[in-house]
Structure formats: C-alpha cells, structure tokens
C-alpha cells in the first residue's frame, strides 16, 4: 500500500464553506485511486470557510506521475450547498508535493476535474489521459460560454452573440445570474455595487432633484450638489477642476492628462474644413507665426468629426445637440498647451463661426462646454466602452474558449479576465439598454448610439491599441506634461518585460508559437470577433513569431488594466463638475458671435434632473470596492510553486511597487495618479 497525503483550501470568500459531503480521486499515467470521501464522520468540521484540512488516501500501489484530480459533492442531510475550493495539495509517497489549482464552486452533485498546476503547450501534454482532458474542457466551455444562432443549427455550432452589428461580439448571456458562479462577482463586490448605486440616487430622490426637469439658477446650485457628493479622497481634485474649469490652462491640460488623453495629435496642416487663419490666432501666438509654429511641432488638433451628422437624443422631454469641433492648441513657451481656435461643427461657413480667446468670454466659455460635451460622447462610448470594455470582453471570451487550464497563457491572463463578463452585461442591461442611464440622459444615447459605437469600432487598429505606437503615430513624444504618456509607457515597459519572461520559458522558439494550435485559434477568434475580420485594422489573424505574440498580450494585459483605469477612473474627479463634462446640451450651437450669455450658458447646459443622475453614475464608475485587485496582485495560485513564472511574477510586483517613487506626479498641483498600480485594476470590473 502507498498513501497520498491530500491537503484541502477552502476559499475565504463569503459562504465559501459546506457541510455537504466531499469526494476525491486521483488519477496518475499509471492507475486511478477509488473514489474516497474525505469527511464521513456523522458530526465533522465540514469545510468551513478558509478551514484547511489534511486528509489521507490509500491505494494499493504508485498511481504514477499524477495527471488530475476529482472532485465531487453530495448534499448532508438533503441541504444543497455549494462548496469554494481554492487548491488541492497533493503530496505524493515520494514526498514531492503537486499544485492543483482549482478556485472554483461546486455544487451538489457536480463534478471537477483539476489539472496539477505545470503549464504545458497542447503538443507538450502528450499523455492520452491528459490529451482528452484539454479537449474535452474545451468542449465545455464552448458550449457554457457560446449559444446555438438559428444559422447554425444544422451543425449545433456554438457561436458568439452578435450585439449589434458592426460592433466586436459579446458573451450571450442576458444576466448575470445566468453565466457561472467562477466568472460572476464576488458577494463582497455584489453588495458593494448595488450600495454604491443605491445610495447615490436614494439621496437625490429624497430632495427631489433627482427628477426635476428645472434650468439650474447658477453655479452655485451646482456647487450645493457637488458638496453633498464628493468624498475626502477626491475633495482636492473636486475643488481644483470647479476652480479652474473655465480656465484655458486647464482645459488644454485634459486634452493630455484628463479622461480622454488619446485623441490630441501633432498638427503639420490645417484640415481643409478648418479654416484659421494668421489674423484669427496672432495674439495667442504673439510674435509667432502659426505656420512657422506648426513646422516646430507647436500646434496640435483635436478633431470630433466621429460625431459628425449625428442627432441628439431626447432626454426630460427636450432635444440634446451634438457636436463634431474642431479644436486647435498651441503648447507655448511655457510648457503650456492653450486652445486657440474653435470650431464647432465639421463643415466650415458664416453659419459655423470659429470662437477665438479674444472673443467675449460667454462666447468663448460656451464653444469650450460644447467641446467638453463632445469628449463626453467620445469618451464614454468610443474610448472606454468599446477600447476598454468590448476589447476586454473579446479576449475574455477568447481565452475561455480556447485556452484549456493546463495552457500557460490561460494561467498568465487569468487574473486580467476577472469579472469582466458581468461588468459588460451589466453595462448593457444598466447604461446603454432602452431604459440604461445612457440612453436616458446624455445627448449620444438613443438610436444614434449604436451608429456612434460602429464608427468607432471601423476606426479601430492595432496599433490604436499598442500605447508606443500610438504616441508615435499622433506625433506626440516630445510634447511636455504628458503624464498620460509617461506614467503609461512606464508601466507598458513592465508589463512587457513580464510577459516577454513568461512566455519565452514556454515557447523556445518561433516553431513552437506556430505549432501551438490552441494559441491560433485564440487569436483567430480575436480576429473574427473582435476585429470582424478586418485585415486593415492591422490586428494578426495568426502568430508566426515569440516577439509578436509578447507584444500582443502585452497589449491585452494594459488594455484591461492600465488603459482602462485611464479613462475610468477619474470619471467623478473631472465630471462631478458638470460644466466640465456635460453629458449633453439643450440649446443647438451659436451660429453667430456675440450672442451668449450667463443665462444662455444655464439653458444650454443639463437640467437639473440630468445633472444628479450623470453624477450618481460616474460616482459608481470610479468607486473602488473593497474586493478591488490591484495590477500585479495575484491572489491565486497558477503557476507550479518555485517555477520560473513565479519568481517573475515576484519581479514584476516590485518593478510596480517601485513605480510610484519614480513617476512623481504627487508633487504637482493637480496630482496624476490614475496609472499609480495601486489604482490600477488587474482587469476590466467596474
């Protein structure tokens, strides 16, 4: 006889526990171990919550080089609950001590079949035994996380929701309560969430605002409302944005540093709808003429032409205005990058003016709040749902369907995948749904959304998503104060070092990425259904090269981390302030000068009503919930303890702790730490 010694985690989340009946098998290359129930005792411990607990099997002789393990539940006493396990140790006669990872539940009779934790490349798994299991994992998760269209029923094929036309496909499930208890949220972040939610609007119903269709009197109402909301973390930042709002410094410095930092680009040309001319900017230049300036890589353009010809929704019972501006900067002498020109609309003519700083302040003042309501629409729908989220989704989906547990690449994206389904269903059953705080109270909602989000989807590229090809392609490596630009590249370096790390331990060779038929079809499923198949967008239907495949998952890993906490979580900072961020207008554009006033500026701007229900949402988006993972924080075991992936994953965890010290952005007047790791999510979940 030899004895296995088997080592049980419990998970430590809410209601891990069960007093249900747990069973267990081992399966080695040479023989199986019957089945044997680890607690038959009529009063035991059960498996209490984080409880870990040593049991013994016995087997009549070596089962071999073990391959997996099994396990299975049967309710005590008719009560069906289910069970969290974290991890399985096994320590075998020959005293080594084997990983199998698990953190999954289980239900009543339910089985799970765990892999030992060594990751291995489908044609490195070569045992039968092991061959089968990857298979039919796959199998399994194809069939939970994919649903028969009515086109493929002939073949039963499992298929990815199409959402929308002309947007990346999605998951199919229509609830949360539908997908598997290992992908939904925590207890813990449930709770969070619908509190954070709750609480928000609970208060502006019971004052009665947050229905109310009335015109705000003054800014000083506005600033009752955002006392009554902001939190001691976020209070500076509050204050500083209601302060200096109005401010041209200030606005010029969201272009490079706010929640939309991706769009600013070097301008060498004037666009031809955009007519500025020497006279119009000669006394923001100063003695410097604009072409000159424009050789010297001093002007800059931001171009809104995404909106053009879209119509606004319909929001309280009034029309909302969208515009498409155009807007020209200048980085000055001091560093400072200052709006010189705008113009509100895509086609130039009498009737689209362009408002200079010379011009009054109401006139000017209201062109920079039309802008600002354009970011609104571009940032919410274009840069952080579908770059973050949808992108997010894809690989999501991707890795699920493609990349069995034993599969390194599964290992190493896990934790950038947590949540991500339910967050998406949420969004589009919560935000963009018919009734969605979307489509009800900003100006992009409605029928023209989804127009709005398949512009953006065909504009997508590669090289969009890759951070140092998109400095490079919008000419902007030298501009000064990019703290976007620094902070991210730092990071975008780390990350790819840890990748880079990782994935040449497993792939020697350029031979083995091509041979890696599970590695193909998950990038060929990225490419159908993220990318529809558009050779243009740059994106590879297939991998030929270690180097290409680190850059990729480079990419994935700062999507779902780094770029999103970008253009997520300073959503309140910067929009609490309304003006700042108006999630639509009420009053088409001027189309003369001199025609703005204090009050028109209060009509134009959202009702009241709007105000609170925008703020109560942006408030959620950038709340951190107290079941908040940090990038670089790996609270599951994957990898084979002592394995080379381990020990990068320790290196990787200083290079992001070190990270701070050197970036230094708490020093400035308006601190920047969206890109600090420690306000870096590791995945897509809020």
Avoid at 613 to 642: C, K, N, Q
């Amino acid at each position: 006889m030899v004895t296995y010694e088997v080592t049980v985690h419990t998970g430590t989340r809410a209601l891990a526990g069960t007093t249900s009946y747990i069973y267990i098998q081992l399966r080695g290359t040479e023989a199986e171990s019957e089945e044997k129930i680890l607690d038959q005792a009529y009063f035991s411990l059960g498996f209490s919550e984080g409880s870990v607990r040593t049991f013994k099997v016995e087997c009549k002789a070596s089962l071999g080089e073990l391959i997996h393990v099994k396990l299975s539940s049967k309710p005590f006493m008719g009560l069906d609950n289910q069970w969290y396990c974290n991890k399985i140790l096994v320590t075998t006669p020959e005293d080594d001590e084997i990983l199998f990872p698990c953190y999954r539940w289980l239900g009543c009779e339910e089985k799970l079949v765990l892999r030992h934790a060594k990751a291995s490349l489908v044609f490195q798994d070569t045992n039968p035994i092991a061959q089968r299991h990857r298979m039919r994992q796959l199998e399994e998760r194809q069939e939970i996380f994919g649903f028969v269209d009515s086109k493929h029923r002939v073949n039963e094929q499992r298929v990815w929701k199409v959402y929308v036309e002309g947007l990346p496909h999605a998951n199919h499930y229509e609830s949360a309560l539908d997908m598997p208890a290992e992908v939904r949220f925590s207890y813990t972040k449930t709770i969070d969430f619908l509190y954070n939610l709750g609480t928000q609007l609970i208060a502006m119903k019971l004052e009665g605002l947050a229905d109310s269709k009335m015109t705000w009197g003054s800014f000083n109402e506005l600033d009752r409302i955002l006392c009554e909301n902001r939190n001691k973390t976020i209070a500076c930042f509050v204050d500083y944005v209601q302060e200096h709002w109005d401010e041209d410094e200030f606005f010029g410095y969201q272009f490079l540093n706010g929640l939309c930092p991706m769009m600013i680009q070097r301008c060498s040309k004037l666009p031809e709808n955009f007519p500025v001319t020497e006279e119009m900017v000669k006394d923001s230049l100063g003695r410097n003429r604009l072409e000159v300036e424009m050789k010297k890589g001093n002007i800059f353009l931001c171009d809104y032409k995404m909106l053009d010809g879209l119509v606004g929704n319909e929001v309280h019972g009034r029309k909302q205005y969208l515009t498409a501006p155009l807007v020209l900067l200048y980085c000055d002498s001091n560093d400072m990058m200052l709006p010189i020109a705008i113009q509100l609309g895509q086609k130039a003519g009498n009737d689209n003016p362009i408002f200079l700083p010379t011009d009054s302040k109401t006139d000017w003042q209201l062109a920079k709040i039309y802008v600002r309501a354009a970011e609104f629409s571009v940032h919410e729908l274009d840069f952080h749902l579908l770059r973050t989220h949808l992108m997010a989704e894809v690989f999501t989906m991707a890795t699920l369907r493609n990349l069995p547990s034993p599969h390194p690449l599964y290992k190493l994206l896990l934790p950038h995948i947590r949540y991500t389904h339910q967050i998406n269903i949420m969004a589009r059953n919560q935000l963009i749904s018919n009734d969605g705080s979307i489509t009800l109270y900003t100006a992009v909602g409605g029928d023209y959304l989804p127009k709005l989000l398949r512009r953006a989807t065909a504009s997508l590229t590669y090289s969009s998503l890759c951070l140092p090809d998109n400095i490079s392609e919008r000419g902007l490596w030298k501009v000064p104060n990019y703290h976007y630009r620094d902070d991210g590249m730092k990071l975008w370096n780390i990350i790819y070092e840890f990748v880079e790390g990782v994935l040449t331990h497993y792939y020697k060779s350029d031979g083995d990425v091509k041979k890696d038929s599970e590695l193909q079809c998950w990038i060929k499923e990225i490419f159908c259904k993220g990318f529809l198949k558009r050779k243009s967008t740059g994106i590879p239907q297939s991998f030929q090269a270690v180097k290409d495949l680190v850059k990729f998952v480079t990419m994935v890993i700062f999507t779902a981390s780094a770029q999103h906490a970008s253009v997520n979580n300073g959503q309140f900072e910067f929009g609490g302030w309304m003006p700042n961020f108006p999630s639509g207008l009420r009053k088409p554009p001027p189309k003369e000068k001199d025609q703005t006033t204090k009050d028109t500026i209060l009509e134009t701007l959202p009702d009241v009503g709007t105000t609170v229900h925008t703020m109560a949402v942006l408030r959620l988006l950038s709340s951190i919930s107290s079941d908040h993972y940090p990038l670089g924080d790996f609270p599951e075991e994957w990898f084979e303890v002592g394995s080379v992936p381990c020990k990068l994953i320790k290196k990787f965890q200083e290079d992001l702790k070190s990270l701070p010290d050197l970036i230094k952005n708490t020093k400035l007047e308006l601190p920047y730490t969206f890109l600090d790791p420690e306000n870096v999510d590791n995945s897509v979940a809020i």
